[in-house]
């Protein structure tokens, strides 16, 4: 059975840095695309980034592109999201979720529909 989980949330403040880790469990990472999203209270869920296929290939939604990275650790059958220079607008429920491998899937486009495990979410708070 395929089981994501996230860990790593907390509260932090502005300008600050934060690393999410989502554990997959049941299968093998890297035959799997990873997704991060993130919902804001009264907001709608928002794909914030991806990593598919055996390099892999990484997406970033353009509010986090160029301050979150993401990484696959093999070894460890994780991956990782390296949040930096955060902002309150950031604060959210953080979830990872994994989508089996299929040809002509748009991983850019964050189509939540693409994934059918989903953690249970880890706060981000960033906040003075």
């Known amino acids: 059975q395929l089981l994501v989980e996230e860990s790593g949330g907390g509260l932090v403040q502005p300008g600050g840095s934060l690393r999410l880790a989502c554990k997959v469990s049941g299968v093998n990472v890297e035959d799997y695309a990873i997704g991060w999203f993130r919902q804001a209270p009264g907001k709608k869920l928002e794909g914030v980034a991806s990593?598919?296929?055996?390099?892999?290939?990484?997406n970033y939604a353009v509010p986090v592109k160029g301050r979150f990275t993401s990484d696959r650790d093999s070894a460890k059958n994780s991956v990782q999201l390296q949040m930096e220079d955060l902002k309150p607008e950031d604060t959210g429920l953080y979830f990872c979720a994994a989508g089996a491998l299929r040809a002509g899937t748009l991983w850019f486009l964050f189509r939540p529909e693409d994934y059918t495990s989903w953690g249970q979410g880890t706060q981000v708070t960033v906040s003075s």
């Open positions: 990593l598919s296929g055996p390099r892999p290939t990484l």
